[in-house]
């Protein structure tokens, strides 16, 4: 079930174009539903232990009257909310407790969760899920993948605790084919010279960790002469943009509860320069119930909104989608 996520148009809302209603109005409006994911901590002011009804009753409202279904309550792990400690396994577990009751709350049947909660924490928390009735999904995010390690340990868990309340998040920024023309033209106008974006992309494409990556590239560009700003920028490109193999996400499709379709660029013959979706389509159609994906554009990330509308590339997302899958959601070989 395609759909989208509010942070999508995270550029719009931080330009205070639109409130919580209208912006829920103009993706109804522009169809495109129908399933809505929001952030919690973006989208609703007080998340999550003192959202007003208020403000319940806008989201609410919004998604009723526009036909929506809510798919997926981002949450947030925040491990690092003190400077001088991480937060241990209880202060965990009560930290995301209010979360996963909102969600209960708001009628959304999946909260989005980090890859910061411990296995200790999650054995912990999948009883208030249970009880909730709301599945946990670990998001896995670049430069995570379905067989990292950390992604590993807690599929493991998950094997332990034999939960049908704890899930994955698959998001394509994991296994992406090239950087985006949008971030190297950013780190252009920054200052990088084209051998600095020649040794940009060596390195990325590169095996070995990601800071170990943008370390090589970094000391390249020092010998170079390159300007401090965009070196420094490029770290993002290390982080944002993965390299796993996209065939790996055969390994957690039992337990895939929710999806972020991640994009940055779609062109008008209706691909992805940057991400293979034809290939990924064709792995999640293996898929044997119906998921809901989140069109997530992250353009944003060096696009302003007088740049690019997000309205406009989910639009263009959700076709190239489209043609990728056939009747009933079955990829097209």
Sequence with gaps: MLGNTLYSMT?????????????????????????????????????PNRVSDEE????????DRNGLVPTSLASNADIALRADQW?????????????????????FPVVRTQIGLTPEVLEKVEPI?????????????????????????????YDRIGSEYLGFVPDFSS?????????????RRDGLSEAGIESLKRAWEAPGAPFQRYGRFAAECGELGEPELPVGFARLVFTMFGRENLEDWRDVLPQVVHIHGKFYDVDDDLTSPSIDYESIMKVFSELDRTVSMSSEWEGHAYLDADEESAFDMVAKHHAMCSRFLGEGGVARV
């Design 11 to 47: 550029n719009e809302w931080l330009a205070g174009q639109y409130d919580l209603g209208s912006l829920i109005d103009e993706v109804g409006k522009r169809g495109l539903g129908p399933g809505i994911e929001i952030i919690g901590f973006q989208s609703l002011r007080g998340f």
């Design 56 to 63: 319940i009753k806008t989201l609410r409202d919004a998604i």
């Design 87 to 107: 937060m241990d396994a209880d202060r965990s577990v009560e930290y995301m407790r209010p979360q996963i009751e909102l969600a209960e709350r708001l009628g």
């Design 129 to 157: 899920a249970a009880k909730a009735g709301v599945k946990l999904g670990m998001e896995v995010h670049a430069p995570e993948g379905p067989n990292t390690p950390k992604v590993i340990a807690t599929r493991e868990a």
């Design 175 to 187: 296994c992406m084919r090239a950087i985006p023309v949008g971030m190297l033209d950013k780190l």
